[in-house]
């Protein structure tokens, strides 16, 4: 398996504009993860699925965060409209059994909102 | 999810056995003990996981006292290649909980 795959690896845009980002977890895990990384606050879950099915999106920051996972094998986390403090490293992880599994973390998505 | 307390950096040489703490009061009965690494520009990866005694893998040892309220990851033998942010985790295996990494411990190990 090729492991969680992210797309882009990095990503600059104005603020203002609208950001996906995109993630393909290992095939067969049922729970797939979404955190932002920053120097301040360090790793922080923003939303989580299980099944496809958005189980806690307590992390989220704000409405202009929203996620989505339409089928097994894809999500996407989305910022619209984009500020420069959204600037972070933005990991996408899945897992087979849940949160305290082994949870295999992708590359990252490095933004930059100018 | 149980809290945990980790110190924010440390430092080794090289070739020293390394031992990081972390602190979690309010452990709950089912909850599990993980620890995860990550390198620089990279995403978290798992390293060990236990419930109590002691747990052994090929990277590291996990230390786990019997009232369960710390938790000591060791690495042995360290170089320079295990420098990297270490995270403990606490909380309940399967189910629905607030996973928190925080900024975990810093090790810089040093030539």
């Known amino acids: 398996d090729a492991g969680v795959i992210q797309s882009p690896r990095h990503e600059v845009t104005e603020m203002g504009q609208e950001v996906t980002l995109r993630c393909k977890p290992i095939s067969g895990h049922d729970y797939l993860f979404w955190y932002r990384q920053t120097m301040m606050r360090g790793l922080e879950l923003l939303i989580y699925?299980?099944?496809?099915?958005?189980?806690?999106d307590s992390g989220m920051p704000e409405d202009r965060f929203s996620a989505k996972m339409p089928n097994a094998s894809f999500s996407t986390l989305k910022i619209q409209p984009s500020e420069p403090r959204d600037s972070a490293v933005y990991f996408c992880a899945s897992s087979f059994l849940g949160l305290l599994d082994t949870q295999y973390f992708g590359p990252g998505t490095r933004l930059t909102v100018l | 999810l149980a809290k945990t307390t980790q110190p924010i950096s440390m430092d080794s040489y090289e070739g020293q056995e390394v031992n990081i703490t972390c602190s979690h009061n309010n452990i709950a009965t089912n909850d599990y003990i993980t620890w995860y690494q990550q390198f620089p520009s990279q995403g978290p990866r798992f390293i060990i996981q236990?419930?109590?005694t002691k747990v052994t893998n090929e990277v590291a040892s996990l230390f786990i006292p019997a009232d369960r309220k710390s938790s000591t990851l060791s690495l042995p033998r360290v170089s320079l290649s295990d420098t990297a942010v270490y995270y403990c985790l606490v909380g309940v295996r399967t189910g629905a909980n607030n996973l928190f990494f925080g900024t975990g411990t810093r090790l810089t190990v040093i030539p």
């Open positions: 699925f299980n099944n496809n099915v958005p189980i806690d």
């Open positions: 236990g419930y109590k």
